[in-house]
């Protein structure tokens, strides 16, 4: 199954819309960055990664400041090129794709025992890639509740999942250039048990263009967008 559809006559093909989650998605504007405030944003993924929180603003402000940059501008562009969000009241970072540093329903329990949460399904997928390492992703269906276990290994690269009929819906609100992938995106990335769940909430959710596809793709959509975001 490479992707289906929902029930809807405007429904969307699978690689449309897996194409527009990888147009949101931050590699391509991570690229653009200058090679130091690159180094700063890895700085922010590292910490998220060994400890499943991020680092506090004072630690990202020094290490700004030892890679020649300004640390409140630095975190400014960051935010703008929607690569990394920070609160509004206390102006912490609350999340840097493919982290969270609230919880969410998908969780990465990763080999060296940080937990981090992802932002969405996709998310957790790619991180082990990401980090070139295994782990466990723990997650909910959220048509039925129902938890679904993802066993990682070959560095990210295999992924045996149960229940064994689990499906993905990729999905956005409206149009992706509309807001944050946080806002349009991450909320319509999900795992669910089986395909009818998906279709479900999907009728649910009319708002929500989208696509059911299998395991495999899933995956390979997770490795496709943070596979290379630490390289």
């Known amino acids: 199954m490479k992707g289906t559809p929902v ?17 949101v998605a931050p590699g391509r504007r991570i690229t653009a960055l200058d090679p130091a405030t ?9 910490a998220f990664a060994a400890t499943g929180g991020p680092p506090a603003v004072p630690a990202v402000a020094a290490a700004a400041a030892e890679l020649g940059l300004d640390p409140r501008k630095s ?41 981090p949460y992802a932002m969405c399904a996709v998310d957790a997928l790619g991180m082990p890639a990401m980090l070139n390492s295994d782990a466990l ?6 048509y039925s509740g129902e938890s679904i276990t993802i ?6 690269r295999t992924a045996r999942w149960q229940p064994g009929g689990c499906v993905a819906f ?9 807001g944050t992938a ?20 999907a009728a649910g959710h009319p708002h929500v263009r989208g ?18 975001l630490l390289g």
């Not at 066993?151 to 990210?156: A, E, S």
Request: hydrophobic letters at 40%; aromatic letters at 6%; glycine letters at 8%.
């Open 7 to 23: 029930t809807r006559t405007s429904a969307p093909p699978a690689d449309t819309v897996c194409g527009s989650v990888l147009d």
């Open 38 to 46: 690159r180094a700063l944003h890895r700085m922010i993924l590292r």
């Open 75 to 115: 975190l400014a562009g960051l935010v703008d090129r929607d690569i990394i969000g920070m609160g509004a009241r206390r102006g912490d970072i609350v999340y840097a794709y493919p982290f969270s540093a609230r919880p969410t329903a998908h969780r990465v329990h990763l080999v060296d025992g940080a937990q």
């Open 137 to 142: 992703i723990t997650s909910v269906d959220p």
């Open 151 to 156: 066993t990682v290994t070959d560095k990210g």
């Open 170 to 178: 990729i999905g956005t609100a409206g149009d992706c250039c509309a």
């Open 182 to 201: 946080a806002q349009v995106c991450c909320d319509y990335l999900n795992v669910f048990t089986s395909a009818e769940h998906a279709h479900a909430w």
């Open 211 to 228: 696509c059911v596809v299998d395991r495999d793709r899933a995956l390979r959509l997770g490795i496709d967008v943070f596979g290379d």
